[in-house]
Nanobody, 119 residues
């Protein structure tokens, strides 16, 4: 019954910005850790950022300082603000809700959101 619906992808030039959103339903949103992952062409799925129920955040080194993860519990929505985008950020982006019993293991996934950054 859990469902995550992502939106906000698109195409931008290097140096530009995009904001991704992920609306959740069927979960106790405020109690779960949330995260973003991405998969670039020819690459494996990789961690991007996570935010705990208490608000603490973590980022992959490649995006730290450029991306910001946030959540709005009142709207059951997860966000990813992406600034200073580079071609290497081109990928499908996926939002996830982590397991309640283990906040390091994804439990549910949203659909892929295409992000394309051109030079």
């Amino acid at each position: 019954q859990a469902q995550l619906v992502g939106s906000g992808g698109g195409s931008v030039q290097a140096g530009g910005s995009l904001n991704l959103s992920c609306a959740a339903s069927g979960i106790d949103f405020s109690l779960n850790a949330l995260g973003w992952y991405r998969q670039a062409p020819g690459s494996l799925l990789e961690f991007v950022a996570a935010i705990q129920a208490g608000g603490s955040t973590s980022y992959h080194d490649s995006v730290k300082g450029r991306f910001t993860i946030s959540r709005d519990n009142a709207k059951n929505t997860l966000y990813l603000e992406m600034n200073s985008l580079q071609p290497e950020d081109t990928a499908f982006y996926y939002c996830t809700v982590y397991q309640t019993s283990n906040s390091r293991v994804p439990a549910h996934w949203g659909q892929g959101i295409q992000v394309t950054v051109s030079s």
